[in-house]
């Protein structure tokens, strides 16, 4: 089977910094990304990581380790707007298909 | 860039009706698309892979005869919802693989969401 776990909720400080972690057993990897998701909208696409280590982009960063089949997504300087759901996602087939996680609601307070 | 469309946003239909729903790429062309579903504050699990010109693959436990998927294009993918009931229900939503994934990631559309009365 597949499976992709992330916590269900996690609550921070506008300004501060929120990691939401990603651990995957997959029959397939190709790559990990990282989608936020607003209310009533679609997933748009925030990273991805197919190596090990660490990518930058703007507040965000993203982190994989292969072996030990994690990875985490990092936000810092938290604003109001990045109050969303956020997904890891595998890519499982060279086909590029991807499973989605169980999601991580974010709740940012003033 | 990568811009895909998703079209009707929103649709109500009557139970045993049929609904059809179109993913389109705008700015590339996608010889694979994928169609997913989502419930009310869940995840997105992944009905099937959409393939130009050949037939769809469906993920295990998705009824093919029910959720018609036609990809004649390669800009275009449709699902058609047939004989829809109310536990149909759901948000519906497309996506395509742009050249540069690296960069734009999986696009998708913006979604449909069908309620079945």
């Known amino acids: 089977g597949q499976s992709l776990e992330q916590p269900s909720e996690v609550t921070a400080v506008e300004g501060a910094i929120v990691q939401i972690n990603c651990t995957y057993q997959?029959?397939?990897?190709?790559?990990l990304s990282w989608y936020q998701q607003h209310d009533g909208g679609a997933p748009t696409f925030l990273s991805y990581?197919?190596?090990?280590g660490l990518e930058e982009t703007g507040r965000f960063s993203s982190f994989l380790s292969r072996s030990d089949s994690y990875g985490y997504l990092l936000l810092q300087e938290l604003q109001m707007k990045d109050s969303a759901s956020y997904f890891c996602?595998?890519?499982?087939?060279?086909?590029?298909?991807?499973?989605f996680g169980s999601g991580t609601r974010l709740s940012i307070r003033p | 860039g990568a811009v895909v469309s998703q079209h009707p946003s929103w649709v109500i239909c009557k139970s045993g009706t049929s609904v059809k729903i179109e993913c389109r790429s705008l700015?590339?062309?996608?010889?694979?698309m994928f169609w997913y579903r989502q419930f009310p504050k869940q995840s997105l699990m992944l009905m099937a892979t959409?393939?130009?010109?050949?037939?769809?693959?469906?993920e295990q436990g998705v009824e093919k005869d029910k959720f018609l998927i036609n990809h004649a294009s390669l800009t275009l993918s449709t699902l058609t919802v047939t004989s829809a009931h109310p536990e149909d229900s759901s948000f519906y939503i497309c996506?395509?693989?742009?050249?540069?994934?690296?960069?734009?990631?999986?696009?998708f559309g913006s979604g449909t969401r069908l309620t079945v009365v």
């Open positions: 996506s395509a693989i742009p050249p540069n994934q690296q960069i734009y990631g999986y696009t």
């Open positions: 997959t029959s397939g990897f190709y790559g």
């Open positions: 990581n197919a190596l090990d």
């Open positions: 996602a595998v890519r499982v087939s060279s086909a590029s298909k991807i499973i």
């Open positions: 700015d590339f062309q996608a010889t694979t």
């Open positions: 959409s393939n130009e010109g050949s037939k769809a693959t469906y």
